[in-house]
């Protein structure tokens, strides 16, 4: 696939999706804490946490003030929730000491917090920041292999692949319209290839 049509499909998509993400949060911390929360767990699940949760404790100090049984309280509904509880907590530890009590805005700082992998780094560092970053999670990694944005195997490769053949303004939007079209039409079984939006475009479809 080329660039050009590569941009077809993301304007095509822009008339579809919302370029926005499905997260709650009302400052780079606690959407932090909302990616941290989602891994294997629905955004809406996550989303009546945090209500809770942020009313309780939204800074890292606040956060710090909650021991690990009432975090884990907290944040059980959304599973894995032990692990989740100590990386929160390890990342708040993190941003008192190292910085300030401020979320980074910068991906290798990002990186280095308790929990915080490529794509929770690629994700506050796009939507919080404006930076210009692709997390790819599941959807995104099926969506453009089967699209024909890219062909690869790893998830690191998935997001070179798209920042190659992406424009660099594209890359956070063109994320959550994946995602969209991921969690929409382009599900992991059946496919609704009938009606997705970018069925004319899609290697996938073409090649039936
Ligand atoms: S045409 Fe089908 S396979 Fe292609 S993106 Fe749409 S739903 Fe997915």
Not at 7 to 14: A, P, Q, R, T, W
Not at 32 to 52: F, P
Not at 69 to 77: A, C, D, M, P, Q
């Amino acid at each position: 696939m080329d660039k050009n049509k590569a941009g077809l499909i993301v304007e095509k998509l822009s008339t579809v999706f919302t370029d926005k993400p499905a997260l709650n949060f009302n400052s780079p911390f606690e959407l932090l804490i909302a990616v941290i929360l989602s891994a294997q767990c629905t955004d809406e699940r996550v989303n009546k946490v945090t209500k809770v949760l942020f009313e309780r404790a939204n800074t890292p100090e606040q956060m710090l003030s909650l021991s690990q049984n009432e975090l884990e309280e907290y944040i059980f509904s959304c599973g894995l929730y032990k692990s989740k509880a100590k990386h929160i907590l390890s990342a708040c530890a993190d941003l008192t000491e190292k910085f300030n009590g401020q979320v980074p805005n910068d991906v290798e700082s990002l990186r280095t917090l308790a929990g915080v992998g490529r794509k929770t780094a690629n994700v506050v560092y796009s939507v919080a920041f404006g930076g210009n970053a692709i997390a790819v999670d599941t959807h995104v990694f099926r969506v453009s292999n089967r699209i024909g944005l890219v062909s690869a195997t790893n998830v690191l490769n998935v997001e070179k692949g798209l920042m190659k053949i992406l424009n660099e303004s594209d890359w956070s939007r063109a994320h959550h319209y994946l995602i969209y079209l991921g969690r929409s039409y382009c599900k992991a079984i059946k496919p609704d290839c009938e009606n997705c939006p970018i069925t004319e475009y899609c290697k996938k479809r073409i090649k039936r």
